[in-house]
């Protein structure tokens, strides 16, 4: 098991099928792919969804819907690749940290619900300081003051968050960064990657 997934907060990778229909993601079409608590589970589970069945009002059956993104499916090679944009990011990132739930606590710092959020929240602050769409007011030991880029614009132009560090350690972080980061490349869908193909070229 992963450190990631030890901790939960490892991010599932994407099986290329709508949960409602039972039929692959078409590529140029948008997708909705939403991560899951379950009871009695530790790890994140992953729904995907063709863009019209989340239109239309299909949600997952059971459990905690702990948040989701929107993309839309690319093809690279002839593979299926689930594309996410800047927007994208930065509203599944809107939905966390304004979900209704403890951000952490000095006994949880990864995992329940509130430290897992607390725990994707700062994983996903660091990607998009990287991308420039999070500005850095300023951070100690505690945490980042924040502030969105733009006036007006997407990401709620210049508005001020604070996000705690939930005391991950580094070698997590990267981790979970890696995970994330094959999710904004347009991760390849489970079972279509080429054979003799390394962890590194997909989710």
Not at 37 to 46: I, N, T
Not at 48 to 54: C, I, Q, R, T, V
Not at 176 to 192: F, H, N, R, T
Request: charge should be negative; aromatic fraction near 6%.
């Amino acid at each position: 098991m992963s450190r990631a997934a030890a901790a939960g907060i490892s991010i599932p990778r994407s099986s290329g099928v709508c949960s409602v229909t039972g039929e692959r993601l078409s590529p140029g079409k948008p997708y909705v792919a939403a991560l899951v608590e379950q009871a009695g589970s530790e790890e994140l589970v992953r729904l995907d969804y063709a863009g019209a069945a989340w239109d239309a009002g299909a949600r997952p059956i059971s459990g905690h819907l702990f948040g989701y993104w929107r993309g839309v499916v690319g093809t690279s090679e002839n593979r299926p690749r689930l594309l996410i944009d800047d927007a994208g990011l930065l509203d599944f990132f809107e939905q966390l940290i304004e979900a209704p739930f403890p951000l952490a606590t000095e006994d949880a710092p990864a995992r329940g619900t509130g430290g897992r959020r607390a725990g994707l929240i700062f994983v996903l602050a660091l990607i998009l300081i990287r991308k420039r769409l999070l500005l850095v007011d300023s951070m100690d030991a505690g945490g980042m003051k924040l502030r969105f880029k733009g006036e007006g614009g997407v990401g709620g132009g210049g508005r001020r968050i604070e996000v705690v560090d939930p005391g991950l350690s580094d070698a997590l972080v990267t981790e979970v960064i890696a995970q994330l980061g094959a999710v904004l490349s347009g991760e390849v869908v489970a079972g279509d990657e080429p054979t003799g193909a390394g962890p590194s070229a997909a989710l």
